[in-house]
């Protein structure tokens, strides 16, 4: 059964403080509403130990926005899995549209991440997704095709029967107001789970969690649910607001 997750990406925001009341104020919710899905926050990196120990008692597992492909070293500014590991973090947002733009990311290094993640048994979040120019020209099935099959060409299927998740966010909807329509979104997640079966097998295919991101947003989120192969949510702005966030978690059903 695949598992349901709504995750929140809160990107370069929030100060300390703010990111610990909101962290908190969001587990006082989840302990009395008992939410059917999981929920995942990635705050920044500066603030990741303090919230992992904030959430302890939580059921609200706390992610890494962006992981080193190297062990250690030196590498200054990164952030390696072994180091994410010791304080309590077990999963990794990789690939996001914003690494591979601003940062010149490429699938392979993408895949060399999530190798690096499974060797310390911790999980990764896979992000995909075509600029509008490739959606216009009608090449949005093979970048995204392209974007899964080299980023997971070298894993073990056991390691991503048990641990993967994909988030599918256009690039054209991310935080630009656009969201692609719940028959756009549906369409792709199928693509997605149809080209892990033909990489990976069906086994792998239809236990692999794939997430919706592209200004999710308290208003879109329902009608997204409701297809088929949207297991839920990678969500940005909105999961900065604590009442938008968890109308989404809520949506989740």
């Given at each position: ?25 969001l ?13 995942i ?14 959430l302890r008692n939580s ?7 962006n ?8 590498f ?27 940062h ?12 690096h993640?499974?060797e ?33 060409e ?12 994909v ?43 794939i ?9 879109n ?28 978690i809520?949506?989740?059903?």
């Amino acid at each position: 059964m695949r598992r349901k997750i709504v995750a929140g990406n809160w990107k370069m925001n929030l100060t300390f403080q703010q990111a610990r009341e909101l962290a908190l104020r969001l587990n006082t919710w989840v302990k009395a509403h008992k939410p059917i899905a999981e929920i995942i926050v990635a705050p920044p990196h500066l603030y990741l130990e303090q919230i992992n120990k904030d959430l302890r008692n939580s059921t609200i597992t706390v992610a890494s926005q962006n992981v080193s492909a190297m062990p250690n070293g030196a590498f200054t500014g990164d952030v390696s899995a072994e180091q994410l590991l010791s304080i309590g973090t077990k999963i990794s947002i990789v690939g996001h549209s914003e690494r591979r733009a601003y940062h010149y990311e490429q699938d392979k290094y993408i895949g060399k991440k999530i190798t690096h993640l499974y060797e310390h048994g911790m999980s990764p979040i896979l992000c995909v997704g075509e600029k509008l120019e490739d959606r216009e020209q009608g090449k949005h099935f093979d970048v995204v095709e392209e974007q899964v099959t080299i980023a997971l060409e070298r894993q073990d299927p056991e390691n991503l029967k048990k641990n993967l998740i994909v988030a599918y966010e256009p690039v054209w909807a991310i935080g630009t107001g656009k969201t692609a329509t719940p028959d756009q979104a549906q369409e792709m997640h199928a693509f997605i789970r149809k080209t892990i079966g033909n990489q990976h097998g069906l086994s792998v295919a239809n236990r692999t969690t794939i997430l919706y991101g592209g200004s999710v947003n308290a208003g879109n989120a329902r009608d997204l649910f409701e297809q088929y192969d949207i297991d839920g949510a990678l969500v940005g702005g909105a999961s900065l607001n604590l009442d938008d966030f968890t109308t989404i978690i809520s949506a989740r059903k």
